[in-house]
């Protein structure tokens, strides 16, 4: 049975793509920063119950030798990794004026280095295996920029940029890569907006209302399956139509 590893996938967009794929009969690893983070939700219950293989992997993903040694362990674990999904992410927002250097070092880390790290160590395992999918999280922010999220909206744009690289580089071994770039999602990322914020985003969005993180799994779903085998170096927009 072939296996999907996502990274940050305890809670939020990453946990309900593990379900998706889970649905999809991929054997899931599953990653986040700390053990503590699994102790309040059922996720991997959830997926157990989709009759797939289902195990935790605790790693800090800016951490380039702990992501060698997570890798390591999910390949003995499960023998191959066949689809990578680089979600774990985080935002430290503020305005130029006011972002310090640690708020822009930390979210270049966490978001940028990891699909480094990860991108590299599976994707030495995908070249051998001649074949795997790797799917990034991008951003809106990352191709159109938004206020507050110098660093953010940097580390979005660079993964769109990675993307193609890899897509580029492991292609011709049998090894997609693509990007999806979510718009505003309901998740705890998200919940940390004023209302003032939610509601100046809603007004910009064609379809008039948030999204959910089904929009995205679905989607993820789609770039992990056969029917997108000859699909690689896109980025793919997933926001109710926020700009076009
Ligand atoms: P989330 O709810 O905050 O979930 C992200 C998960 O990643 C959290 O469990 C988080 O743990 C974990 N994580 C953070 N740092 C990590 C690290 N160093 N190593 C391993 N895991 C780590 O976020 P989300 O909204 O689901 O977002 C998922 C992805 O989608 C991110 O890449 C985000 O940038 C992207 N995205 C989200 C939206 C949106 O509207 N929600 C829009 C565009 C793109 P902690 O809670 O401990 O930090």
């Known amino acids: 049975m072939a ?10 967009i ?12 991929f054997n899931i690893a599953l990653n986040d920063i700390s053990e503590a983070m699994f102790e309040d939700n059922d996720i991997m219950e959830k997926i157990k119950a989709e009759g797939v ?17 997570t890798v390591k362990a999910i390949k003995e674990r499960f023998g191959s990794i066949d689809v990578l ?22 979210v270049v880390a966490v978001n940028q280095k990891s699909v480094f790290n990860m991108s590299k160590f ?5 070249m051998r295996q001649r074949s795997g999918r790797i799917i990034n ?41 693509n990007a999806v ?19 100046m985003m809603l007004g910009q969005i064609a379809m008039k209302r ?6 995205i799994a679905g989607v993820v779903s789609f770039l992990a399956s056969k029917d997108a085998g000859y699909v690689t170096g896109q980025v793919i927009e997933i926001s109710g139509g926020i700009m076009m």
């Open 3 to 12: 296996t999907a590893f996502i990274t940050g996938s305890a809670r939020g």
């Open 210 to 215: 948030f999204g959910d993180v089904d929009d």
């Open 53 to 69: 293989e289902c195990e935790k992997f605790i790693c800090d993903v800016s951490s380039f030798a702990d992501s060698e040694k």
């Open 137 to 177: 999280l991008a951003s809106v922010a990352g191709v159109y920029g938004n206020a507050g999220q110098m660093n953010y909206s940097a580390t979005k744009a660079a993964i769109i940029g990675m993307t193609k690289t890899v897509a580029k580089e492991l292609g011709s071994r049998g090894v997609t890569c």
């Open 181 to 199: 770039a979510p718009g505003f999602i309901k998740t705890p990322m998200t919940d940390k907006l004023t209302e003032e914020q939610k509601n």
């Open 122 to 126: 599976v994707g030495n395992i995908m």
């Open 14 to 25: 990453g946990a309900a793509i593990a379900l998706r794929l889970a649905k999809d009969g």
């Open 85 to 106: 999904v680089n979600n774990a992410g985080i935002t430290r927002d503020g305005l130029l004026a006011r972002m310090s250097e640690e708020q822009y070092d930390m």
